[in-house]
């Protein structure tokens, strides 16, 4: 089991709504061209992230499938919403200083360490 952090980035509709979209769906779309597109796989856990102006994790959930051509993304399962959103600069407060951990993310999927996931965690639930 793997973990990741799918950033949701960009411009038009608000990012809170089209995460929303997303997570009311069970699907979320990723381009086949992200790196780690093609290692996503069922049970891998991840941390849903809303990139600037937002920086807040709203959601995590496990992935239901790989990524699949069919959908263009992949499918989730197990997802819990975060009311309200956790900031970035409270999760990363929670990581060790050993952790390379960044507010801002180049990539729309982005591998992340276990402890970083359970950080994120730790923090939604305090």
């Given at each position: ?90 999760v990363l407060a929670k990581i060790p200083p050993t952790e390379n951990a960044q507010a801002d ?22």
């Amino acid at each position: 089991m793997a973990h990741y952090l799918f950033n949701l980035t960009g411009s038009g509709q608000s990012l809170p709504d089209q995460a929303a979209a997303f997570l009311r769906s069970n699907t979320w779309p990723i381009d086949p061209t992200e790196p780690h597109a093609q290692a996503l796989a069922s049970g891998d856990q991840v941390l849903i992230y809303l990139g600037p102006p937002e920086r807040v994790f709203i959601a995590h959930a496990e992935l239901a499938s790989p990524w699949t051509d069919a959908t263009q993304g992949v499918l989730l399962t197990h997802v819990e919403r975060w009311t309200p959103p956790i900031p970035m600069e409270t999760v990363l407060a929670k990581i060790p200083p050993t952790e390379n951990a960044q507010a801002d993310f180049p990539r729309a999927v982005v591998r992340i360490t276990r402890v970083e996931y359970e950080s994120a965690l730790s923090a939604a639930t305090n």
